[in-house]
């Protein structure tokens, strides 16, 4: 497969296929943050604590206090660096006008710039409790096979974010997640932590060369979300993907599987956070996800025991 020259032809069709898609993609906020990596920074999980705040309808605020920043680092925060004209991301969101507040609404580019951390229900049974099983930085040789027959043997679908230079090498791992029904994320090229802050050309080329790698490798799918990589989004980033016609995805439980603190220290940071509607965070790649495998085993057969279902992001 002449995967290297995927991105000059591809875009275009891809643009026109997620931008049709766009427009039913509405979607209700969320938390975001992720942190698959250990190098992420003090000031970039500041600046996605105020993301998350921003993103969230003020009905459901606040969200699972997993990824939620502390509230000294709130205030910390948005005395040290905030704006007023950068109010729309960060937590004095709940402060402005009504007014405001009403055209910010009425902005679908900003509505569909939310980020999803919550599951969408299959069903219409409100006794039903739902759970996303969302998996990062792979796919890996080793360790995607084990999770997707994990999940295969549970009768479990979960979401996939694909990181560009591993489907470069892996793409039959690519195929084979989507043929066992699960869904794929973009979460960009090479896994740069700061993204957000670089250019918009350099934003363009770690986003929609993997959608368009992608779409090579499996071009019935449609790439419905985008994780940036540890979480670190602002409002033009966010903006910039609801513009690209995906949603971007956060979380709301962090099983700090990334952090490799042993198993059953990745199972009660999951069980310990346990809501209905949680998207969970777990990692397929970046590392030895050998703690991850055997925490999935049992996190699986935790949400199973209190009769949870499992869904994707909505
Ligand atoms: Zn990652």
């Not at 250990?38 to 105020?50: E, L, R, S, Y």
């Not at 084979?176 to 869904?183: T, Y």
Request: a positive charge; proline letters at 7%.
């Amino acid at each position: 497969m002449k995967i290297k020259s995927a991105c000059h032809f591809i875009l275009p069709a891809f643009l026109l296929l997620n931008t049709a898609a766009l427009a039913q993609n509405m979607d209700t906020a969320g938390t975001g943050g992720q942190a698959s990596l250990t190098t992420v920074t003090p000031a970039a999980k500041i600046d996605n604590g105020q993301t998350q705040i921003a993103a969230l309808p003020l009905s459901t605020y606040p969200p699972a206090s997993a990824a939620m920043p502390t509230k000294s680092a709130l205030l910390q925060s948005s005395k040290k660096n905030r704006k007023p004209s950068k109010v729309a991301d960060n937590n004095k969101t709940k402060k402005l006008a009504p007014k405001v507040l009403s055209k910010q609404n009425e902005d679908p580019l900003l509505i569909s710039a939310r980020i999803i951390s919550s599951a969408k229900p299959e069903s219409n049974d409100p006794q039903d409790k739902w759970v996303a099983l969302t998996f990062d930085d792979g796919p890996s040789p080793v360790y995607t096979p084990q999770i997707l027959a994990i999940l295969r043997e549970n009768g479990i679908h979960a979401t996939f974010c694909v990181v560009g230079r591993q489907i470069k090498k892996y793409p039959e791992l690519v195929k084979q997640i989507v043929a066992e029904g699960h869904k794929v994320a973009n979460h960009s090229m090479n896994h740069d932590e700061f993204l957000y802050k670089k250019a918009k050309k350099k934003i363009k080329q770690e986003v929609l060369c993997e959608n368009a790698l992608l779409a090579e490798i499996i071009p019935q799918t449609p790439i419905e979300y985008y994780r940036t990589p540890a979480g670190n989004w602002n409002l033009s980033l966010r903006k910039m993907v609801a513009a690209w016609g995906m949603k971007p995805l956060g979380w709301s439980i962090d099983s700090k599987d990334w952090q490799r603190p042993g198993v059953e220290k990745i199972v009660s940071n999951v069980e310990n956070h346990l809501h209905n509607g949680a998207v969970i965070l777990m990692h397929d790649g970046g590392g030895d996800r050998s703690e991850s495998v055997e925490a999935l085993k049992k996190i699986i057969c935790k949400l199973k025991t209190e009769s949870y279902k499992f869904a994707f992001p909505k």
